[in-house]
Structure formats: C-alpha cells, structure tokens
C-alpha cells in the first residue's frame, strides 16, 4: 500500500517536469480550456457498487486545463433524498499530456469534503491519487490505478475499453456518436462489519426500549476488515452523445455486474445518466 502511494507521490511530482520538457510541443498544439460538467444520474456509483439504498443525485464541476498539461477542478453534488447542502464539494489537480502521437498519461490528486454521516461508500476514504494511461488503436484502452484513503486505505486498478462509433450529422455542427465500452475492476475492499453488545444493568426492557435519563448505553465494536485485492465487478456502457458546437448532451445507460467477492449483495446494478457539457 504504502509502495503505490509512494509511486503516484513520485508521478505527481515528476509530472511538472515531463510537461515542462515538452512544453515547446504543448503550446503550439494544446490550448487553455475551461469545461463545465453537469449530470443528473440515478443511482451513485462506486466502481459498479451502491450503498444500502438508491442515492440519485445531480452532479456539477468546472474544469480549468493550461497548455502545458496541468489542470485545476472543482465542484460537487447533491443527493435528492438529502436534507443537507451540499452533500459533497471537490476539489481536483494534475496533469495530462502525451507520451505520443496515440498515447497520453494522467495523474492527479482529488480531495472530497462529505457531509456527516454521508450514506455514500466512498465517504470513508476522501482522499484519491490516480494515474491513467491511454491508448488509440482500433479504439481505446485505458488502465487507471486509483489509491483511496482516509479512514482506511484500498487501491483499485480498471482495465477499460471504449469505441466512438459516428452514428451521422445534421449539417455542420449536429453530430451524433455511440461510445459504448467496457470496463474491469479489480481492487481491495476494507469494509467494517460492526457487531455492538449492549452491556447494561437493569431489568432488560432497553434491549426493546430505550430507557431515559443520562445513562449511555456501554458498547464494544468488534471490527472485521477485508483486505484481499480481487475482481470486482464488469461494467458495460453505452453512452449516446450529441455534439452541437462547444457543447455536447449524454444519454447513458451502465449495467455493472458483480463479482462474488464484491461485498455487495445482489450481483448488478443498473445507473441512467443524462449529462450536459460544455467547453470553452
């Protein structure tokens, strides 16, 4: 564990230094863009995983990336069945550039701020260094190596493919694509199992009912964690997107199947998306 954090450390901060060395390639061929993302999805997703209950929610973030391959983000998102506001806030930097003509390479740290006791899975762990590599061929395949920490520590390595597929045009500007992809996921999964005992004299009745006065209940937490790096779960998407312009509308639809070593107890899991994008 400690071995991968130490190599996405050592990405991060040798990455400046790559994107510099290029940098004479980069500023004639990139540009400074600012991108805003908003999507409304009906179920939170964690690697193809849910918690207990459907968690809709709406999803907004601003983007900013300079020619030479560092970037800047923030923003956050909102649980429909949550009273609090905002359910969760982000903020994002790294680095992208090319290794080549039809290879790229990302690495990047993401801190997210949850709300108290926050239904979502990953709420535990609100720290995130990952690092992808891309590459185009007949489509494209990228491996994306995440370490997630906080209150406890897992890593998770995707193995995705995806292909755009040009469905047709509506004049110079309409354009209408099919993205549909796969992805693997492997990773460790440090879940708690919390068993709690009441130890309390009395006559027994606040094992149903809860007794008034100062008096807490006494408890001892027993913890099980769960350590071992294994498949998780096989996401398929198929994502329909049209272009108009700088902006651009997403409609998909993802159908995660679960391991029998995930945690989780039904085996798939369904997500609908609606997205709006734009780029300046």
């Known amino acids: 564990m ?7 450390v050592f990405l991060l901060i040798t990455a400046p230094l ?16 600012l991108t805003l993302s908003a999507v ?18 709406a999803y907004l973030d601003l983007k900013l990336r300079t020619s030479l391959g560092w970037y800047i983000s923030g923003g956050g998102y909102q649980l429909f069945k949550e009273n609090n506001f905002p359910s969760e806030l982000h903020l994002s930097t790294g680095f992208e550039f090319d290794l080549g003509p039809k290879a790229d ?4 740290y993401t801190r997210s701020f949850y709300s108290k006791a926050s239904p979502l899975l990953q709420a535990s762990n609100p720290n995130s260094l990952s690092s992808t ?8 395949t990228e491996l994306i190596a995440d370490y997630n920490f906080g209150q406890s520590e897992d890593v998770f ?20 694509y099919l993205k549909p992809g796969i992805s693997i ?45 294994s498949l998780l779960s096989y996401n398929f998407n198929i994502p329909f997107i049209y272009y108009r312009g700088k902006g651009a509308v997403m409609l998909s639809y993802q159908l995660s199947v679960l391991s029998n070593k995930s945690a989780q107890s039904n085996r798939s899991n369904s997500f609908f998306s609606l997205g709006y994008f734009y780029q300046l």
């Open 40 to 57: 409304a999805s009906s179920n939170a997703n964690y690697y193809g995983q849910t918690g207990a209950e459907t968690l809709p929610f």
């Open 157 to 176: 390595i995707s193995f995705d493919n995806s292909k755009n597929i040009l469905l047709g045009q509506l004049g110079e500007k309409n354009t209408f």
């Open 105 to 108: 390479f990302e690495v990047g």
């Open 2 to 8: 400690r071995n991968i954090l130490t190599v996405l």
């Open 185 to 229: 996921v492997a990773g460790t999964q440090r879940f708690y199992n919390t068993y709690i005992e009441e130890q309390k004299q009395g006559l027994g009745l606040d094992k149903i009912l809860p007794i008034p006065g100062n008096n807490q209940p006494q408890t001892t937490e027993k913890t099980t964690v769960s350590t071992d790096f």
């Open 133 to 140: 590599i891309g590459i185009d061929h007949l489509f494209r």
């Open 18 to 33: 790559l994107v510099f060395g290029q940098s004479d390639t980069l500023s004639s061929e990139k540009k400074n863009t």
